[in-house]
């Protein structure tokens, strides 16, 4: 059974730092793509970061770009995102997917598996 548990979310102020995680279980992370996404209050969820399954290559989404870090550490099935200079619009719940695409896509769809979620949450 494929399981993805999230952890490290919580509360900061802006400008601050903070760091989530996901480890897995049930599957060899090596073999997938991973990703985070990220759902705030009334709106769609919406693609973070991901970071390619075979070298490692990462994609991110423009409104993080330069302040988040997607990383992942395939002898312990875990991978992480690295969050600085936050801002109140980072407030969302924060989730990790998994992936049997090569690419590091945007669509959600692409993503076969889910963990359940960590609220992060900025105040300004």
């Known amino acids: 059974q494929v399981q993805l548990v999230e952890s490290g979310g919580g509360l900061v102020q802006a400008g601050g730092s903070l760091r989530v995680s996901c480890a897995g279980s049930g599957l060899t992370f090596s073999r997938f793509t991973l990703a985070w996404f990220r759902q705030a209050p009334g709106k769609d969820r919406e693609f973070v970061a991901g970071?390619?399954?075979?070298?490692?290559?990462?994609l991110y989404a423009d409104s993080v770009r330069s302040r988040f870090t997607i990383f992942r550490d395939n002898a312990k099935n875990t991978v992480a995102l690295q969050m600085n200079s936050l801002k109140p619009e980072d407030t969302a719940v924060y989730y990790c997917a998994a992936s049997a695409s090569y690419w590091a896509t945007r669509d959600f769809n692409e993503y076969a598996y889910w963990g359940q979620g960590t609220q992060v949450t900025v105040s300004s």
């Open positions: 970071i390619r399954r075979s070298d490692g290559v990462t």
